[in-house]
């Protein structure tokens, strides 16, 4: 039992099912699933397929915090991969057909892999501030998606596209198929190889990597690149929900909510060891959060408020952490810090 | 100036005693500070020189003992108090703020002001002042970024006389200076002293110690050896007093000394004229295989530069590598591990484990790093190399998924050196690899050393413990103010030996 | 960088002396300098292309439409030259904004609602500096926390926009005072007063001087006894400020509240402020740089207005400016620090 409650994700997993369980107390609707046409519905699932767009990015930033860097372009770039997604399946003939979706589909991800990789080479080579080298494309993005559509709001009539986030396989939305097919990849690709420690350990010290010969430079680029290109399956999905090109909503605000996911995961904001479970249970979290404070009247605009609240307090609740992970990392010397306490001399 | 006897104290420290978890950092030291003076504080790492250091300025609270100043017992809580009672210091990184003008950065926080706002000309003339009462002449209005860090010590140093302070503490402030520029910071802080300013003088540069001071404190696993008129006190004495003579049984590996190396072939690494401009005047070393070499020297001396500059750590201005007879290109630490070179930092925290990684993780980072991410070392490799290093050095607790940073440090050296032994390297640095950790524990790596090189494994052993050298090592190079001033043969050496050669080799006159 | 020893009595030699002294006395006006090379550019091609562009009617509207701008860009100039940055900017003004509309439309005096936004400004400053400070939380984290905050509270406030009918407050945008063709309004005014107030505290106070030797080494000014933490706190509650009367100064323009108002604005001011020549580490760059920023993004966006061209355009340039500066400033710092 001990050995349970000391996991990295127990708490974050407890939160999620305290959460479930006073929604499910307040309104007992919220667990009701119902079946139609061989179809789930009900709350539950609703969150299921609502939450994969924010899962999708919510990865990547991950991998991205991990090398103590932060991508502030994830937002923008779902605008961008849905701009040019459904621009493409505008213009074509045949806009069912499975190639016309394809390429829709493959150059949206691709444009915003390379914009990931854009990203990757400001930080790891050129040693900008990630937050800066992120925020040009955050401030430059939405309006490149823009210009792509022509300044409108591209509407799309496809069948298989929209099928994408609103169709069913198996019963469940095919979205929380992508959601787990996304999760499966990551955690192969960082735990099957050795790409998941590598990353930890330049995270956790860079010094101490370069001198063990990691190649921390690629590590931090793949880590950009990857967050942008599943940015571009995030702003597929959007786009296929709402069946248009939305380059002022798409993804808006979405950076600050997969920053909480993964800080309410266990994954620290200074980078080292992540969790992929952690991130995940985040993810649950935030839409569960978002379900109930719409539940509770607010009206959607508002809940930001709502988010900020969690932010600050689990910043202040993290705080001695922070400031024991801080210290760590080798930061500056504070006045008079004493790794003893500072009592006065007799 | 010889210390006058009759005037009072300015700083009197008894009795210090500083506590951190697992270490007495301070024990029951005392000090004793005179206005018109320059003393010198001596020690080697972990001898306790920048703790008590960090007493006088307010960074640590002491935990037993009194501090007075000017006869008054002071307590300080925080920098600002220790600079209340007049103490100001200049530390190695020169803290001032390098986008400002000179002037601002001398007046920073004292600036002239006229009805509430600051009045330039006269803070700029206010600061000019005091720059030329210590003897400089620098336009006030440019930039202190453009200023030589020679230049920008002096005028932290005349920041410390605006506040009118009585003690001056200058924590080596010479590392980054060349002859001339020590020339002028020697007449500075000669002026400060004859007009009655009491300044400690933190360096290991033996020959600018013996130069500048009056008096030497020495140091030593915090405790106090002994405090000293810098006229009286001969080289050879001060050595001994800062470096250890621990005894131990390890005589059976006075053996290793011992061996005869075959030098007929080419060596196995050979660093011609090996330099960086203000850390290492070019160098040579070359090591055979199975050799065991040492580098002795204090603190500073170049030793761990040199060391870098081999594996790559560093990059070099000038020199050349040949590994096997051929000419290697090391700039990086990958081109080293690619040749079978690893390195073991004397930094442990910083530049050696990654704390929150287990203890497997921490062994197999460097196989794994030379694999690249794609092929991962499989969990039964994993396993049974772990399991074998942890029983051949005596990793204790032996669980190799706990975090390193929870192991003692003689356990994390451990690690450390199993990381580098698992890439089955053909020339190992271990830059103080002893250095604070049990002696059980420094028993046992050194035995390990003795045994793999007596295998045919290289070594290059750097250590202020000299009876480890000379107890290990075929060769010694020794180092001295970042020069290398020497080779010696390590057979038959004794610790005096060695010590006699650091403080002489290359000296006009014996002190 | 090799010390300043005057130099050789060749008149060569005494004019590079001369032009190493000038560099090194100021170096942080060379960006900025830059900047208003671009902008007399700017300037220069806009009238060849037009014909008309420079008229004293257009420069004026140039500063009256971007005074908000103006404003929000003396506050961010306070946070980034303390190595930080704020990203509310935009939220607040639209926050403070919606709520001087609201309370105004419900009786209360604008005497009243004025100086009650500007407090809530400086309130949500406040907690982004004490979040930054205190809690040890990264300057970007702290303000976006802010961002949402503030855009969240206006959207209480109203999810609609209110108008105006509060004369004291829409006079300031309707007043016009002209000289000749040229004309400026009580919110140009304000924007104004913030520039020079902005300009005389960095300058002239020891807080200013401060914020500078925050920026240029924290910890260096933690060393010399400088008040660290109060200073960067209130860097923060200006900023918050500033956003309060943009807040003001938008909403009597637009002669209503619009809780989405600002969206984005606070990448347009981190932009004008980059590229007036202040830099991102902090520690280097003026009130006048951010200034000219300022009227470069106002440029460009008539630029783009005159060519009816996308409006996304402006975005994307700013962008690739901004992009442009911080890789400069990038190199050169670099190049700066491998030198000494």
Redesign the interface.
Same mark, same amino acid.
């Given at each position: 039992m001990k050995k349970l409650v000391k996991h990295r994700v127990f708490w974050p997993a407890a939160a999620l099912v305290a959460l479930l369980a006073v929604n499910a107390i307040a309104r007992p609707a919220f667990l009701s699933i119902t079946v139609q046409d061989g179809e789930l519905y009900g709350s539950l699932i609703s969150l299921l397929r609502n939450s994969a767009p924010l899962m999708l990015v919510a990865l990547g930033m991950t991998i991205v915090i991990a090398t103590r860097g932060?991508d502030?372009s994830v937002g923008a770039m779902m605008a961008v991969s849905g701009a040019v997604a459904l621009t493409i399946i505008a213009e074509s003939a045949t806009p069912e057909a499975p190639e016309v979706i394809a390429l829709a589909i493959g150059a949206g991800v691709i444009v915003t892999l390379i914009a990931g990789a854009w990203n990757g080479f400001?930080v790891a080579v050129? %040693?900008?501030?990630p937050?800066? /080298?992120t925020?040009?494309? +955050?401030?430059?993005?939405?309006?490149?998606?823009?210009?792509i559509t022509?300044?409108e709001i591209t509407t799309v009539n496809s069948a298989p596209y929209k099928f994408m986030s609103q169709g069913y396989v198996l019963g469940f939305p095919f979205a929380f198929f992508v959601s787990i097919a996304a999760i499966v990849i990551v955690v192969l690709v960082q735990r099957? $190889? /050795?790409?998941g +420690?590598?990353t930890?350990?330049v995270g956790?010290?860079p010094?101490?990597?370069?001198? /063990? %010969?990691?190649?921390s430079r %690629?590590?931090i680029w793949g880590a950009y690149a990857a967050s942008g290109l599943l940015a571009g399956f995030a702003g597929i999905l959007y786009s296929s929900n709402i069946m248009a090109a939305d #380059?002022n909503a798409a993804g808006n605000?979405i950076?600050?909510d997969a920053?909480l996911a993964v800080v309410l995961g266990g994954t620290s904001?200074m980078g080292?060891?992540f969790s992929i479970a952690g991130t995940v249970i985040g993810v649950f979290t935030i839409q569960t959060l978002k379900s109930t404070i719409v539940f509770l009247g607010v009206?959607s605009?508002? $809940?930001?408020?709502?988010?900020?609240?969690v932010?600050?307090i689990v910043?202040?609740v993290q705080?001695p952490l922070?400031?024991g992970s /801080?210290l760590?990392a080798?930061r500056?010397?504070?006045?008079? $810090?004493? #790794?003893? $306490?500072?009592?006065?001399?007799? | 100036m010889p210390v006058d006897n009759d005037v009072a104290p300015i700083i009197e420290m008894r009795g210090i005693t500083i506590q951190f978890p697992g270490v007495k950092a301070l024990d029951g030291v005392d000090f004793t500070l005179w206005p018109g003076e320059v003393h010198s504080l001596m020690g080697e790492n972990g001898a306790g020189k920048s703790t008590l250091i960090k007493a006088l300025t307010g960074v640590y609270a002491i935990d037993s003992g009194t501090i007075t100043v000017a006869g008054e017992p002071r307590i300080f809580h925080t920098t600002a108090d220790a600079q209340a009672a007049g103490i100001s210091t200049v530390y190695q990184e020169v803290n001032l703020c390098a986008n400002l003008s000179v002037g601002e950065n001398v007046m920073l926080g004292h600036e002239v002001r006229r009805g509430g706002a600051i009045d330039w000309r006269a803070t700029h003339r206010e600061a000019a002042r005091h720059l030329e009462a210590l003897g400089l002449t620098v336009d006030t209005r440019t930039g202190l970024f453009s200023h030589s860090i020679a230049i920008q010590q002096l005028i932290a140093i005349s920041r410390a006389m605006v506040t009118d302070s009585t003690v001056l503490i200058l924590d080596e402030p010479t590392s980054s200076l060349d002859r001339s520029e020590v020339e002028q910071l020697f007449g500075v802080i000669r002026e400060l002293r004859d007009r009655g300013v009491a300044i400690l003088f933190v360096s290991h540069f033996l020959d600018q110690v013996y130069e500048i001071s009056d008096r030497i404190t020495v140091l030593r696993n915090g405790k106090l050896v002994g405090a000293y008129e810098a006229a009286l006190l001969p080289r050879n004495e001060l050595i001994s007093s800062m470096i250890g003579r621990e005894l131990d049984d390890l005589a059976e590996l006075s053996s290793s000394a011992a061996r005869v190396i075959d030098r007929s072939g080419s060596p196995l690494l050979k660093a011609t004229g090996l330099g960086k401009k203000g850390v290492l005047e070019p160098a040579d070393l070359d090591i055979y295989e199975g050799e065991v070499v040492g580098i002795a020297g204090l603190l500073g001396s170049g030793r761990t530069e040199l060391a870098r500059l081999i594996y790559g750590a560093d990059r070099a201005d000038s020199g050349s590598i040949e590994v096997h007879g051929a000419s290697a290109r090391i700039s990086t630490p990958r081109h080293a591990i690619d040749r079978h070179i690893v390195f073991s930092s004397e930094d442990r925290r910083a530049e050696g484990i990654v704390g929150d990684l287990s203890v497997a993780e921490n062994i197999v980072l460097g196989i794994q790093a030379r694999r690249g991410w794609l092929r991962r070392v499989s969990r039964t490799e994993t396993d049974a190399i772990v399991k074998d290093y942890i029983e051949a050095l005596g990793v204790r607790p032996a669980d190799p998924d706990r975090a390193v940073r929870n192991l003692s440090g003689g356990n994390q050296q451990k690690v450390l050196l199993a990381r580098w032994l698992a890439t089955a390297p053909e020339l190992i640095i271990l830059d103080e690899p002893t250095r604070g950790i049990d002696v059980g524990a420094k028993a046992d790596i050194q035995r390990k050393v003795a045994e793999l090189s007596a295998k045919g494994l290289s070594v290059i052993f750097i250590s202020s413990e000299i009876e480890e050298v000379i107890r290990l090592a075929q060769r010694i190079t020794v180092m001295r103010d970042r020069r290398k001033i020497g080779e010696l043969e390590s057979n038959g050496l004794d610790v005096d030996d060695v010590i006699d050669y650091i403080a002489n080799e290359g000296q006009e006159n014996v002190a | 960088m090799t010390d300043l020893k005057t130099a050789a009595t060749t008149p060569l030699g005494s004019v590079l002396a001369w032009l190493n002294t000038f560099r090194s006395r100021h170096a942080s006006w060379i960006p900025v300098f830059a900047a208003l090379l671009i902008l007399v550019v700017m300037f220069g091609f806009a009238q060849w292309w037009f014909g008309n562009f420079l008229s004293p009617r257009l420069i004026s509207a140039l500063l009256l439409d971007n005074a908000f701008l103006l404003i929000l860009a003396v506050g961010m100039t306070f946070v980034i030259l303390t190595g930080g940055i704020d990203l509310s900017v935009g939220s607040v003004m639209a926050f403070t904004g919606i709520l001087c509309a609201s309370l105004v439309s419900q009786g209360v005096p604008a005497a009243i609602a004025v100086p009650l936004m500007i407090l809530c400004g400086a309130g949500v400053g406040l907690l982004i500096g004490v979040l930054v400070h205190y809690f040890d939380v990264q300057p970007f984290i702290a303000s976006l926390v802010g961002m949402f905050l503030a855009r969240g509270l206006a959207f209480l406030v109203s999810l609609r926009s209110i108008d105006i009918e509060d004369q004291s407050i829409l006079l300031l945008q309707s007043t016009r005072f002209k000289l000749g063709d040229w004309y400026i309004t009580p919110t140009g005014i304000i924007a104004l007063v913030v520039v020079i107030a902005g300009v005389l505290i960095l300058q002239y106070t020891r807080f200013g001087r401060t914020i500078y030797a925050i920026g240029g080494n924290e910890q260096s000014a933690r060393l010399m006894g400088l008040p660290v933490a109060r200073t960067k706190i209130l860097a923060y509650v200006i900023s918050g400020i500033c956003g309060g009367l943009a807040g003001l100064v938008l909403t009597a323009y637009q002669g209503s509240g619009y809780p989405l108002n600002g969206t984005g604005a606070e990448l347009d001011t981190i932009a004008a402020v980059v590229i007036g020549g202040t830099l991102l580490t902090g520690g280097s760059g003026y009130v006048l740089g951010s200034m000219i920023g300022v009227f470069v993004y106002g440029t460009i966006a008539a630029f783009i207005a005159f060519l009816g061209a996308e409006q996304s355009w402006k975005r994307i340039i700013v962008g690739a400016l901004l992009l442009v500066f911080v890789v400069v400033q990038r190199v050169i710092v670099t190049r700066s620090s491998r030198r000494s």
């Open positions: 932060i502030l400001l050129l %040693g900008i501030q937050i800066i /080298a925020l040009v494309l +955050m401030l430059a993005g939405r309006g490149i998606a823009l210009l022509n300044g099957r $190889t /050795a790409l +420690m590598l930890e350990a956790i010290n010094e101490a990597s370069r001198l /063990a %010969g990691v190649r %690629g590590i #380059s605000l950076e600050l920053i904001l080292g060891k009206p605009p508002v $809940t930001p408020v709502f988010m900020a609240a932010v600050i910043v202040v705080s922070l400031r /801080a760590r080798v500056s010397v504070r006045g008079a $810090t004493n #790794s003893n $306490t500072t009592e006065v001399a007799k | - | -």
